[in-house]
């Protein structure tokens, strides 16, 4: 499945849309097929065996069903998610592209697959010099609440650094990963030691991009030792 005739920015935009509608279409389903099973447990018992009461209990059966088979469809794309991941990381990436564009285009119930596909598709863009889709999706995925299958929010805030500088935005870079240096208890957000190689290298790149050299010049007593370490 590609997407290549479509101009790239739009491309993105309508696939960030699209993605956008169908986590809140997922998120209104699980309201009334959970609505709907609990009112066949219940309204059926206060009716008792009219016709009404037996309407209910066969509405809360269909919506059992219907979630079941909405589940065993999720966790069959959240398998394809995390096949994707492991292809982009091989550096597979069109293959990567096909598992997740076919996970953007169809349902999930599941938001963390749905937006761990965003992830992968961000990656793969990343790879492909294709920076400004890249970050319009990471961009997506850190707007959203809910976590994602793959990808934590470090990195997704890393990637949308790398890609905002690349594509000609070193402000908006800039303003991508200052979060990453609050301090914060919250072990979600400690980096660990590759994602601090890729803060640092970022760092350096920004710098130098806006002319600070004399910032270039004082980290280099703490960047050397992280540098060796490569």
């Not at 990436?93 to 285009?105: G, M, N």
């Not at 850190?142 to 976590?147: C, D, V």
């Not at 790398?162 to 935005?169: F, K, N, P, R, V």
């Given at each position: 499945?590609?997407l290549?005739?479509t ?10 849309r699209?993605?956008?509608q ?9 309201f009334v097929?959970a609505?709907?099973?609990l009112?066949?447990?219940?309204v059926?018992?206060?009716l008792?065996?009219d016709?009404m009461?037996d ?18 469809n999720a966790?069959?794309q ?10 982009a990381?091989?550096?597979r ?13 169809g349902?999930?119930?599941?938001r963390?697959?749905?937006l761990?596909?965003?992830?992968v598709?961000a990656?793969v ?16 995925v ?6 994602t299958l793959?990808?934590g929010?470090r ?6 650094g ?8 070193p ?12 301090p ?13 190689l890729?803060l ?5 790149r ?7 050299w ?5 980290a280099l007593p703490?960047?050397?030792p992280?540098?060796e370490?490569?």
């Open positions: 499945m590609t290549s005739a101009p790239p920015g739009l491309e993105a935009g309508r696939l960030v699209s993605a956008g169908r986590l809140a279409l997922a998120r209104v389903a699980v097929l609505g709907l099973v009112l066949s447990l219940f059926p018992q206060l008792g065996k016709r009461g309407v209910v209990g066969f509405a809360g059966l269909a919506a059992a069903a219907v979630w079941v088979l909405l589940g065993f966790a069959r959240g398998r394809r998610v995390r096949e994707a991941a492991a292809l990381t091989l550096g990436s069109d293959l990567a592209e096909q598992r997740a564009l076919a996970t953007l285009e349902f999930c119930l599941l963390p697959v749905t761990g596909a965003a992830v598709l990656r863009r990343q790879t492909q010099g294709r920076h400004a889709e890249a970050a319009r999706l990471a961009a997506f850190l707007s959203r609440r809910e976590r793959t990808g929010k990195t997704i805030r890393l990637l949308l790398e890609s905002l500088l690349a594509a000609g935005d402000a908006g870079a800039s303003t991508a990963i200052r979060p990453l240096y609050s914060s208890g919250d072990k979600d957000q400690q980096l660990d030691l590759d994602e601090a890729r640092l290298s970022l760092q350096l920004l710098d130098a991009a806006a002319g600070q004399q910032s270039l010049y004082n703490t960047s050397m992280m540098v370490l490569l």
